[in-house]
């Protein structure tokens, strides 16, 4: 019963869109522009390099908050606070206020590992952008954190409950992935490392 109300917990403060409380403020659907997500990439994309780090922030918070209140609430579960960090990112990418269409997961990962721990993030970051920069393409930065906590985790002796609810969360953000990899692969992805828009981006903006 815990694990099932950590990760309702954190599905209901992830379903918080702070993109679309920007583009109200802005008066622009994030939704109907650029990649039509509800996430820090898009409303970066959209509406400019302000309103994505403010969205990017909240996101991690609303991830790493929804942990540290669970795990308050829960003490009982040692996943608990990382279960509701898996609630957040569900509730981030199938939003209940806004028809379950949201964003897709990258900064309420990123809440998760700071939950996690601080020594992760170096680590994870670090990865991310290697293997990003190696295949110019940025689709691989989620991929590849997605798959680095985890090992981590592994490396470090942590609980293998912690383990496994981090493979789950990892899991997560890489299925929401995939239809930007099979983009990378068709050629039609959206940004590359060194920042230029692919022509498909410019038409559609």
């Not at 809440?111 to 993030?121: E, M, P």
């Not at 989620?142 to 002796?157: A, D, H, Q, S």
């Not at 490392?193 to 559609?204: Q, T």
Request: charged share 15%.
């Amino acid at each position: 019963m815990d694990a099932a109300l950590s990760i309702a917990l954190g599905y209901f403060v992830g379903s918080l869109s702070p993109s679309s409380l920007v583009g109200r403020v802005k008066k622009t659907d994030v939704r109907k522009s650029g990649t039509g997500n509800l996430g820090a990439t898009n409303t970066m994309l959209v509406l400019g390099w302000g309103a994505g780090i403010f969205v990017m922030l909240f996101d991690l918070m609303k991830s790493f908050l929804s942990g540290k209140l669970a795990q308050y609430l829960f003490p009982g579960l040692s996943t608990a606070g990382m279960l509701a960090c898996i609630g957040a990112m569900i509730g981030h990418c199938f939003p209940v206020f806004h028809r379950f269409r949201g964003g897709k997961g990258l900064a309420t990962f990123g809440g998760l590992v700071i939950y996690c721990g601080l020594k992760y993030v170096p680590i994870v970051l670090c990865a991310g952008w290697a293997v990003m920069w190696v295949f110019d393409c940025t689709v691989m930065f989620p991929i590849t954190v997605g798959i680095t906590l985890p090992l981590l985790m592994y490396l470090f002796g942590e609980a293998p409950a912690k383990i496994i609810t981090a493979i789950c969360a990892g899991a997560v953000l890489d299925v929401m992935h995939i239809g930007n990899m099979k983009k990378a692969l068709a050629g039609d992805e959206i940004m590359h490392v060194r920042g230029y828009f692919s022509e498909k981006l410019h038409k559609e903006r």
